[in-house]
């Protein structure tokens, strides 16, 4: 099969995908058809006690390694207006989940036309619920890791040109913690305040007085980002609530200024509620640790994927991945791969260009090969696995 052939082969998946988007830990449709390829291939499935998700192996023996690819949706209207535009209304690939999972397929048919060229075994991981940072909790929960000794992976970028892997050793991608912080106080009528105890001007107080977290305790040439997106307070012009809520995001690069923001949220928030006669609920919810690329894989992926792929330095992205959690426990490599297309990322305008896929299955085959070879050969055997998740965890009790 040449490049075209494939290439039309794996368009016509994507297309199918993109028109039957599915939310995360929903993907049963996806989950069918990924089946359904893989075994008119002839590669074998493995058991997975998931509803959703697929992990499957192309050769024999040891080492083994990995290539994940994640396959969910977001509740998103398309407005691509794409001849395969979502035929779902409030669902979308906007994210290009659809393009990750035909690549890895097209990897898949390439890796097993070279099988009787592997030196180990690749385990194929198709994973459900990206979005939202629950599934590769739960496919490690249940196993897809056990024997895996490096993992690769990629996500596409529309901005960045087709035929081009952006690299970067170490920190790629930010750590995700998420909040819902709930003021409980004492409403009464707009005209009386000083019968109640006035939630929302606690409310406007921490909006202000959270963002003191990046300016005052964080280095100036640090990266940290905390944004309040989402306020509910109060439903009328006379009426001051019991209750206000609002809802955010912080992500960094460093796991000392992530457990630094997490103290210092609890310590501002709960102070000047206690300063206002008020209580409060925190409901944290915390995510990846950051995309971390190990050095030496990084680098010998990059000398392998240069024969077929433009390479060149990526810039750190404050978006989070959940590829972070398998790197936490065993070498890892993850790039950002040119799509082309319009749009950015979660926009409703986003798309990618089928040409770019090709390049996806031939960076499956190539990271493949890198890392069987590496682990072979002990390129890898220094690896340590990150501690950020303790360190963070030390937290969950406030």
Not at 15 to 37: D, F, G, S, V, Y
Not at 109 to 117: G, I, N, P, T
């Amino acid at each position: 099969m040449n490049d075209q052939e494939l290439t039309t082969w794996m368009t016509a998946i994507r297309h199918r995908l993109h028109q039957q988007p599915e939310l995360a830990l929903h993907e049963i449709h996806t989950t069918a058809l990924i089946k359904q390829t893989l075994t008119q291939l002839g590669i074998r499935i493995l058991p997975y006690s998931g509803e959703t998700g697929v992990v499957a192996e192309i050769g024999h023996g040891e080492p083994t390694i990995a290539l994940r690819a994640d396959i969910d949706a977001l509740p998103l209207q398309e407005k691509s207006g794409l001849a395969y535009a979502s035929k779902v209304n409030g669902r979308m690939h906007a994210c290009g989940h659809d393009f990750h999972t035909a690549a890895l397929l097209g990897g898949a048919r390439l890796l097993k036309a070279h099988e009787a060229d592997l030196t180990g075994t690749v385990r194929l991981i198709f994973q459900p619920g990206e979005e939202g940072h629950v599934g590769a909790k739960l496919m490690i929960k249940n196993g897809v890791l056990q024997g895996v000794q490096a993992i690769a992976g990629f996500h596409n970028m529309p901005q960045i040109p087709i035929g081009t892997l952006a690299i970067k050793s170490g920190a790629l991608m930010a750590s995700n913690d998420n909040f819902i912080v709930t003021i409980h106080g004492a409403g009464a009528h707009a005209a009386m305040p000083d019968r109640s105890q006035d939630v929302i001007v606690t409310l406007g107080q921490l909006i202000t007085s959270l963002q003191t977290i990046r300016s005052r305790n964080i280095a100036p040439d640090a990266a940290l980002v905390l944004t309040i997106a989402d306020v509910q307070a109060g439903h009328t012009f006379n009426v001051i609530p019991d209750t206000a809520e609002f809802k955010g995001t912080i992500r960094t690069f460093s796991a000392t200024n992530r457990k630094l923001a997490m103290e210092r949220f609890y310590d501002l928030v709960q102070a000047t509620v206690k300063g206002f006669e008020q209580t409060v609920t925190i409901d944290w919810d915390q995510g990846p640790s950051c995309v971390t690329n190990e050095p030496i894989l990084t680098a010998l992926i990059a000398k392998a994927a240069a024969e077929t792929l433009t390479i060149v330095p990526a810039l750190p992205c404050n978006a989070d991945d959940d590829f972070a959690l398998y790197q936490e426990r065993i070498p890892g490599f993850y790039g950002f791969l040119g799509s082309g297309g319009t749009g950015v990322l979660h926009q409703s305008t986003y798309s990618c260009d089928d040409a770019g896929l090709i390049y996806g299955a031939k960076f499956h085959l190539l990271a493949a090969k890198t890392m069987l070879q590496a682990v072979t050969q002990g390129q890898l055997a220094k690896f340590k696995p990150s501690v950020e998740s303790a360190v963070v965890n030390s937290l969950q009790s406030l």
